[in-house]
C-alpha cells in the first residue's frame, strides 16, 4: 500500500505561482513513477507532468512547458509541481498519481498506468 497526500493548493492571482507537494508513504520504493494530474469541472482527468524516481527523468504535457516543473525529493519520498505564470485555464483539482513501473516515452501520461492516487488539492487561478 502507497499513500499518497498533496498540499500546497490554494487560490492565487493569473500570473503568480504555486508550488504543490506530494508526499508518498507506506509501502514505498525509489524506482517508480510520480506523476500529478488535474481535472476541471466538466472536463477529462488529464495529465500534467511525470518524473522517474531512478534517474529523475521528467515528462510534461505541453500546455504547461515552461512553466511548471516537477521535482523530487528522494530522502523524503516526496514529489513537487512548482507552478509558475499561472493562467485560469489552469484552475482544476491537482492529483499525485504513482505506479511501480518505471513509465517512459508516452506511458507516463496514462492515468490508467497508475494504481495510487492523492485525494487531490484545489488549484484556482482568478483573471
Known amino acids: 500500500q502507497v499513500q499518497l497526500v498533496e498540499s500546497g493548493g490554494g487560490l492565487v492571482q493569473a500570473g503568480g505561482s504555486l508550488r504543490l507537494s506530494c508526499a508518498a508513504s507506506?509501502?514505498?520504493?525509489?524506482?517508480?513513477?510520480m506523476g500529478w494530474f488535474r481535472q476541471a469541472p466538466g472536463k477529462e482527468r488529464e495529465f500534467v507532468a511525470a518524473?522517474?524516481?531512478?534517474?529523475?527523468?521528467?515528462d510534461y504535457a505541453d500546455s504547461v512547458k515552461g512553466r511548471f516543473t516537477i521535482s523530487r525529493d528522494n530522502a523524503k519520498n516526496t514529489v513537487y509541481l512548482q507552478m509558475n505564470s499561472l493562467k485560469p485555464e489552469d484552475t482544476a483539482v491537482y492529483s499525485c498519481?504513482?505506479?511501480?513501473?518505471?513509465?517512459?516515452?508516452?506511458?507516463?501520461?496514462?492515468?490508467?498506468?497508475?494504481?495510487?492516487w492523492g485525494q487531490g488539492t484545489q488549484v484556482t487561478v482568478s483573471s
Open positions: 518524473i522517474r524516481w531512478d534517474d529523475g527523468s521528467t
Open positions: 498519481a504513482s505506479t511501480s513501473l518505471l513509465l517512459r516515452s508516452r506511458l507516463s501520461s496514462s492515468p490508467l498506468n497508475y494504481n495510487a
Open positions: 507506506g509501502r514505498t520504493f525509489r524506482s517508480y513513477t
